[in-house]
């Protein structure tokens, strides 16, 4: 059974950081792309930034690019985000992803599996 478990979320003031973690388990995590998602009330979920299971590749969206930066650490089998610099508009439920495919992945689109998200409120 795949299980994709996010924390670290939390309420911070803008400027401050965060790091969230998504811990995996029941799939092969070296050989998988993973991803961070968000969903804010009454939008819809958009893509943040994700990471390929080939080393160095990595996908920004433009609103988090130089702030967000995305790791993983197959030891763990796990992906990190941490966030610098947070805006009142980075609130949102952070979701971790996976899939096969980094480049379908970055679409938002062939998702395997999903996480259960995590709040992050960022106060102006």
């Known amino acids: 059974q795949v299980q994709l478990r996010e924390s670290g979320g939390g309420l911070v003031q803008a400027g401050g950081s965060l790091r969230l973690s998504c811990a995996t388990s029941?799939?092969?995590?070296?050989?998988?792309?993973m991803g961070w998602f968000r969903q804010a009330p009454g939008k819809e979920r958009e893509v943040v930034s994700t990471?390929?299971?080939?080393?160095?590749?990595?996908y920004y969206a433009d609103s988090v690019k130089g702030r967000f930066t995305i790791s993983r650490d197959n030891a763990k089998n796990t992906v990190f985000l941490q966030m610098n610099i947070l805006l009142p508009e980075d609130t949102a439920v952070y979701y971790c992803?996976?899939?096969?495919?980094?480049?379908?992945?970055?679409?938002?689109?062939?998702?395997?599996?999903w996480g259960q998200g995590t709040q992050v409120t960022v106060t102006s």
């Open positions: 990471i390929n299971w080939v080393p160095g590749v990595t």
């Open positions: 029941g799939l092969t995590f070296s050989r998988y792309a």
């Open positions: 992803a996976t899939g096969t495919n980094h480049a379908t992945l970055r679409t938002g689109t062939r998702i395997a599996y």
